[in-house]
Each structure stands twice: as C-alpha cells, then as structure tokens.
C-alpha cells in the first residue's frame, strides 16, 4: 500500500490519541477570546475514545449531529482538518464524537447512557462542584470496559478535562497550550 493510497493510515498510540485529541481541544479554548463576556457560549466538545466500533450498548444517536467526516474521517490523517472539523462540531453541534482506537471518527455524534447503578455503584467516579451534565456523562463514561478515555471542553469557561477510569485531569484555560501532556 503506497503512502498516496486514500487507505493509509498512520497509527498512533493510545496514549497518543487521546494527546491529539486533549491538544486540539485546548487549541479551540485558546483561540476563542470571548470567554469574559456576558452571555456568550463558547465552543464545546465531548470526544469519547473506544477500544471498538460499537457504542449501541451505551449510546443513541443524537438527532441531526454528524462529524464532518468529508473534512476528517481519521484523527491522525491530517491534523489540521481534525482541527477544521472539531471547530466547526464545538460552535455548531451537540453530542459526544466517538473516536475508535484507531483513530477514526464515527460520523454519527451521539448521546452517551448513564451507566445502571451497578457500574457506578462497584466503580469509583470522581466528580467536581463545577462538572456540568457533559462532564458529569464524561466521568461515568470512562468507567465503562470500552471506554479509553473522555475528553470534554466547557463552553462556560474553555476548561479542557481527561477522562480515564473515573478519574479525570483538568487543565483551566490559563493553564492550556503548555508542553503536550502525557495522560497515563
């Protein structure tokens, strides 16, 4: 298979993934420069990570809301049209983006299912005072076997948050754009 051939892909680490996905969610916050003023919404996101493909079990379509897979189809392909595609899903659509671990980017965005109680009862799940109902599905998400990791950007103040296990890493916008973060 030749470089040229629309198939290759370029694989990343998990690891990897979610840093891609962490950094151009922070590039988003930090481009947007309105977050001080009254009743402004500024632009969100919730990619959730997966080992497979199939999210039916914990996932429903979310209506009309499509990633712009004609822009990005996988996150590793092209960095700048994950960027492109990502922008326009932040300031004009809703739902979680899946991303498989290999870097592909599920068309259909989709809201994710509260896990029942007997995941969240045997699972510990850390939340925070601040956790909106985005953050608060991105924490019980990443409890889930499938679950990778989640990753969130608040439109109320450009916080970019990672998900792993219940736990989770958060990066106010005045500490975003440092050194690429390794999110073990």
């Not at 379509?61 to 712009?68: A, F, K, Q, S, Y």
């Amino acid at each position: 298979m030749s470089p040229a051939d629309p198939l290759h892909v370029d694989y990343a680490t998990v690891p990897e993934l979610i840093e891609l996905v962490t950094y151009v969610a922070e590039s988003i916050s930090l481009e947007f420069d309105r977050w001080d003023e009254p009743y402004v919404r500024g632009p969100s996101l919730y990619f959730v990570v997966v080992s497979g493909t199939h999210v039916r079990e914990y996932a429903d379509p979310l209506g009309e809301n499509r990633w712009p897979v004609d822009v990005c189809e996988v996150v590793t392909h092209d960095l700048d049209s994950f960027v492109e595609a990502a922008r326009a899903v932040a300031f004009e659509r809703d739902g979680a983006v899946i991303v498989s671990g290999d870097g592909t980017v599920q068309e259909q965005m989709v809201r994710i299912k509260s896990p029942d109680t007997t995941v969240t009862a045997e699972t510990d799940v850390e939340y925070a005072d601040w956790m909106g109902t985005k953050h608060l599905s991105a924490a019980e998400s990443s409890v889930r076997e499938a679950v990778l990791a989640a990753v969130t950007l608040s439109e109320e103040n450009g916080r970019v948050t990672v998900f792993e296990d219940g736990e989770y890493m958060d990066f106010e916008r005045n500490e975003l754009g440092g050194l690429w973060r390794s999110v073990e």
